[in-house]
């Protein structure tokens, strides 16, 4: 046994500190990134900020909206190959699209044959999500190298971890992508089942310089409550930042409506919940425990309204330090450690 004693935080444990700007308006701030991928060498520009690979969140519906605003959806990886033709073939989506989806899949030679089939098929789609719950299996680390090797060419975003060897040894297996967070999510009970996780601040930030090191990015993914904890996360050290929770209950979400007292829920679950692997796997396998919940969240009308809040939040924290570009945020961000949030009187 091992005990580490210094603090990790979470988002709710630190504020970013003001700082003298000479921003006039937050309509002076610009939130695209520009990338070159290390691997993939792919030139992106966008809002980067991506809707989680759930089948609630990672709709095609998402897609088309939150592509609009020039950001990214991972779409989840239950899509057939035949939905995945039909929406890119009959949905007059100009080439744009193919900067703001990424296709999930898992690790079995299914998925590999299933998302290669679907990259066949639509050879301009550029980011591959291989995406697991621990990320820690050396069997992992083989299943990325194994794509990178089959795809020179595309962006792989590989995860989830949560600390920097595992950040540097993906990249250097031809992730160009980490996905970073082990426990945060707001539908997750991993550390309530297994006792395990990392607060997701102090991962992002810990793994943003292991990436950054060597020339690869990483996304903060999960746990993000508000759109101040978005931009926590960018001053973190966040390239990307992947929501659940917060993309949920929408028009464009999935999830079944259900109306109780005259008030209208969306179904939210976590992809390791019962619910989920009820509807996808037949039920929850014996030597396992569901990780994950199943919550109604109010019904919240269209995704657009939600994207403005979020993007709002981001470009104010930018006008509070003075970062004229998101990519300017983590250089200008001081956080405090802090023991109150927000003030609850009202509730
Ligand atoms: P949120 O933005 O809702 O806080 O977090 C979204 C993230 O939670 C997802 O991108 C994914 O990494 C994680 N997640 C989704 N479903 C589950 C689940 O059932 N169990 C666990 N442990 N994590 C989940």
Redesign the pocket.
Known sequence: MFLESDVKLGFSDVLIRPKRSNLKSRSQVDLQRHFRFLHSKYDWTGVPVIA???DT?GTFEVADRLAEHGMLT?LHKHYTIAQWDAWLENHNHGDDIYNRIMVSTGTSDADFDKFSTIIANHPKLQFICI?V?NGYAESFVEFVQRVRDAFQDKTIVA??VVTGEMVEEFLLSGADIV?V???????????V?AGVGYPQLSAVIECADAAHGLGGRIIS?????CPGDVAKAFGGGADFV???????GHDESGGQVVERGGRQFKL??????AT?MDKHSGGVAHYRA????TVEVPYRGPIDETVRDILGGVRSACTYVGAGALKELTKRTTFIRVQEQENRIFG
């Open positions: 989680a690979n759930m969140t991972a995406d719950a995860g989830n996905k967070g082990i426990g945060p999510g707001s539908v997750c009970t991993t550390r089942k993914d999960g746990g993000c409550t992947m929501l659940g929770g917060m993309f949920a939210f679950y976590g992809m390791s919940s989920a569901s990780e994950g919940k």
